[in-house]
T-cell receptor, first 113, second 113 residues
Framework: GQQLNQSPQSMFIQEGEDVSMNCTSSSIFNTWLWYKQDPGEGPVLLIA?????ELTSNGRLTAQFGITRKDSFLNISASIPSDVGIYFCAGQLGGGATNKLIFGTGTLLAVQP | NAGVTQTPKFRVLKTGQSMTLLCAQD?????MYWYRQDPGMGLRLIHYSVGEGTTAKGEVPDGYNVSRLKKQNFLLGLESAAPSQTSVYFC????????????FGEGSRLTVL
């Protein structure tokens, strides 16, 4: 089945630093999504990308849909303590009635004040 | 707003026992999903439903059954729990196939001894 390789697995940074993480796939996706999971909570959607090459921002977050449609990147600028959590990428294959999402393995982000 | 509600939040079972997790959503969403989250493995799809009265297998369906008798509810059952089913279970819903945004519940932590 399809797999999403997400890296890095974890990051430990100082407050104020910028963060970059990425997701790659062996399959082409029509949609890329980035979710954040706070401790003890369910994932919440951060950014959705629908077109190859698309660059979308949400506050300090910026995500890009790779030109090959097999990868996506998420950047967080000027990190703050509340950025702590697990970040998941998800790809949607499209087509058919279900359009199931395939999730990456997650990037654990720790921010030291 | 309630969104997606899961019950129970925590449960400890002995091997061989059965139980049902309940997911309820108040957003009139057609699509509902059950995922399990395990360390280093991200979110894996167990079963899903594209509408009332319909269910389908996901990536890891073995050992689980589901039912969608009412549009707002999606039940996940374990007939004979095994230690390998120790996990955090998340229910999610979305309006339709064309939108990638899943709304997640807060999760149900299940331990099978």
């Amino acid at each position: 089945g399809q797999q999403l390789n997400q890296s890095p697995q974890s990051m430990f940074i100082q407050e104020g630093e910028d963060v970059s993480m990425n997701c790659t796939s062996s399959s082409i996706f029509n949609t890329w999504l980035w979710y954040k999971q706070d401790p003890g909570e369910g994932p919440v959607l951060l950014i959705a990308l629908y077109k190859a090459g698309e660059l979308t921002s949400n506050g300090r977050l910026t995500a890009q849909f790779g030109i090959t449609r097999k990868d996506s990147f998420l950047n967080i600028s000027a990190s703050i303590p509340s950025d702590v959590g697990i970040y998941f990428c998800a790809g949607q294959l499209g087509g058919g009635a279900t359009n199931k999402l395939i999730f990456g393995t997650g990037t654990l982000l720790a921010v030291q004040p | 707003n309630a969104g997606v509600t899961q019950t129970p939040k925590f449960r400890v079972l002995k091997t061989g026992q059965s139980m049902t997790l309940l997911c309820a959503q108040d957003m009139n969403h057609e699509y509902m999903y059950w995922y399990r989250q395990d360390p280093g493995m991200g979110l894996r799809l167990i079963h899903y439903s594209v509408g009332e009265g319909t269910t389908a297998k996901g990536e890891v369906p073995d050992g689980y059954n589901v039912s969608r008798l009412k549009k707002q509810n999606f039940l996940l059952g374990l007939e004979s729990a095994a230690p390998s089913q120790t996990s955090v279970y998340f229910c999610a819903s979305r309006a339709g196939a064309s939108t990638g945004e899943l709304f997640f519940g807060e999760g149900s932590r299940l331990t099978v001894l």
